[in-house]
């Protein structure tokens, strides 16, 4: 069965740095997304992305984070000066029809910001 | 937005036990889905049922998207089972692209 695949599994940064985590959606896949969950609290939604651009965005998704497909296959979120508060689990989910299908989540990335 | 809750919060059972997981949601929905996080942070989907029942193995779920709400059934609980469950839902109300709301999930220990 395809499979949402992430990279790195875990990252460790010093605050003020960007990092970019990276996701490989399902092939044939048209929406992506990204999740955050702050150890011992539920999954949030960050971003949607779709045709090529931002299609919803939550409150927590502010000016340091941004997102890009960069070629067929990746999509990427950036944070670009990372904060202690920035450390969570990442998760990266796609699917073939938005809202009418179900979404397929990645492994998740775990950052931890020092 | 749409409210997602669930119940129990917590809950501890001895290994064969049944159980039944509920997550109430405040709109009508065009997706909902239940999910296992394991013990090292995955998500593993479980259910894609925005109406009706589904079985598969052990687990089974039923939602009845008139009443808002769904029911995740888990029988003969194995010690795998445990972990937290969530219930994450799509409103009906909201664009294409829609991210899912999670509720906050039931934490499920399974005792040998």
Redesign the interface.
Known sequence: EPEVTQTPSHQVTQMGQEVILRCVPISNHL?F?W?R?ILG??????????NNEI??K?EIFDDQFSVERPDGSNFTLKIRSTKLEDSA?Y?C?SSAQ????????G??T?LTVT | GIQVEQSPPDLILQEGANSTLRCNFSDSVNNLQWFHQNPWGQLINLFYIPSGTKQNGRLSATTVATERYSLLYISSSQTTDSGVYFCAVVASSGGGADGLTFGKGTHLIIQP
């Open positions: 929406y997304y999740y969950q609290q539920k999954v949030e939604f960050l971003v949607s992305f779709y299609s919803e939550s689990m998760f989910a938005g809202r009418n299908s179900p979404l397929h989540f492994n998740g775990r």
